[in-house]
């Protein structure tokens, strides 16, 4: 379980360019939970991420993970149980080194490690049978180089990193915002193969309503760093795009055209 509690973040604290992140954000999820966060620029979507992951300290508040409080936890301490995928397909892999050797590295997140490198058969079998999900024929190009591989290729192998060893939060930032509609629709199909019937906490930040009302079983709206909707199960279900058009309004919310553009 996921508990945030009273979470506060600022930037630029007593200068003129002071600004409230995020205000007072609770949030409670469940094992197997799959979030949808969406809000206009400068909601605090991304930030609420970083909080999470141990990228940014936060100002008030706490962060709860099956009852630990991991709030000034340092990030690479949570990087065993925390993973992420990014919305730049560069950020999440590492281009010089061949598609095995990322997966190991992967594979091996959080973990003490000596000096050997060897990549073991059974981890050459994992890797193979998580890459043919894909659908992109990956498997067969484990020695390739990632710094050859399509942007789309790419996200699908950072997908498959993330989930490799099974955490407990999967931090999905916008990831299929760099990539051609056609490219994306695989990657959130991919998404919802390696997420369905999960037992880790899938949180998605998106800027398209339509994809943010699809997937997962619960739904979260930011406006300026407050929590201004929030809806689950049936109620989620039975949302319409003009629904969130309607509760941005009554947020107060301006619609960029990022928003619009991708609905």
């Not at 990193?161 to 990657?187: C, F, G, N």
């Amino acid at each position: 379980m996921l508990k945030i509690e009273n979470l506060t973040k600022m930037f630029n604290v007593g200068e003129t360019t002071e600004k409230i992140a995020l205000n007072n954000v609770c949030l409670n999820l469940e094992e197997g939970d799959f979030l949808t966060i969406i809000g206009g620029n400068g909601a605090g979507k991304s930030t609420l991420l970083n909080c999470i992951s141990g990228v940014l300290s936060v100002d008030e508040g706490k962060i709860l993970l099956d009852g630990q409080d991991i709030t000034n936890l340092a990030e690479y301490k949570r990087a065993s149980y925390v993973s992420r995928v990014f919305q730049n397909p560069l950020d999440g892999t590492a281009g010089g080194m061949n598609i095995e050797e990322n997966l190991a590295l992967a594979h091996r997140r959080g973990k003490k490690r000596g000096l050997g490198w060897g990549i073991t058969k059974q981890e050459r079998q994992l890797f193979h049978k998580l890459l043919s999900e894909t659908g992109l024929g990956l498997e067969n190009l484990m020695a390739q180089k990632v710094s050859t591989l399509s942007g789309g290729q790419r996200q699908s192998l950072a997908l498959v990193m993330a989930v490799l060893v099974q955490p407990k939060i999967l931090l999905l930032d916008e990831h299929t915002a760099a990539l051609d509609p056609k490219t994306a629709k695989t990657v959130l199909e991919l998404t919802e193969k390696f997420t369905k019937n999960s037992k880790f906490i899938t949180i998605m930040v998106t800027h398209n309503m339509n994809d943010a009302i699809k997937f997962g079983n619960k739904l979260l709206m930011m406006n300026q760093g407050y929590v201004v909707f929030q809806a689950s199960g049936e109620e989620k279900a039975n949302l319409k795009v003009a629904d969130l058009i309607s509760k941005f309004s009554q947020a107060g919310a301006v619609l960029n055209d990022r928003i619009l553009l991708n609905n």
